[in-house]
């Protein structure tokens, strides 16, 4: 699927898509100190001490990807309690998140126009909260989480059904990211994709 660029998606806000999606973290909002931190802080409550670096060098956010990266057993990191350390931690430390403010006024420009989503890999409570913090909890958001579809990126599923929430055909929407997983996700439900590492924010 072609890649419009950030001045031709610009261009196509008056009327050129149905919906524009946006990934969160990173896309919406400045968060990978927190969420490094949350890494950080949920291994440590499970006996387990590392860096900030140590994070930073290879970011992986779950406990399945923490343990292949530790070599530790499942025991030593269960899904659920590591989990839950990591959005206790976040929940105590939103005032770590910074709004971005380019990104800020594309989707407020493309509310004026259009359907807006978030379509994000992190849990939607997670999500509707961040987008609080940053103040864009007024625009008329429709939210895609983890939480909400059986497969999360890279998996199609979750920008599949965020069109389907908002009753417009894929094809006709302009979906924001920032990893190579989102990319293929929005990519395969047949979006175009600005990718803001190499068409930033302007």
């Not at 291994?43 to 900030?52: D, E, K």
């Not at 007024?138 to 909400?148: A, F, H, K």
């Amino acid at each position: 699927m072609t890649r419009p660029t950030a001045a031709q998606a610009r261009n196509h806000q008056d009327g050129g898509y149905a919906a524009y999606a946006f990934d969160f973290d990173g896309t919406l909002a400045d968060t990978t100190d927190l969420n490094h931190a949350c890494v950080q802080a949920a291994l440590a409550a499970h006996g387990i001490t590392i860096t900030l670096d140590w994070v930073a060098a290879e970011p992986v956010f779950t406990a399945k990807q923490l343990r292949r990266r530790l070599a530790i057993p499942t025991a030593a990191l269960p899904e659920a309690t590591f989990a839950e350390a990591a959005l206790a931690h976040w929940f105590a430390h939103t005032d770590r998140i910074r709004p971005i403010p380019a990104a800020t006024a594309t989707a407020r420009h493309a509310a004026e126009h259009a359907a807006i989503t978030v379509v994000s890999a992190n849990y939607s409570d997670i999500v509707r909260h961040g987008l609080t913090v940053v103040g864009l909890d007024d625009l008329p958001w429709t939210v895609v989480g983890r939480d909400d579809v059986p497969h999360t990126k890279p998996a199609p599923d979750p920008y599949l059904h965020a069109a389907h929430l908002l009753g417009v055909d894929p094809r006709r929407c302009l979906a924001h990211e920032d990893t190579d997983e989102g990319i293929t996700a929005a990519t395969a439900a047949g979006m175009h994709v600005i990718d803001i590492r190499h068409h930033p924010w302007r």
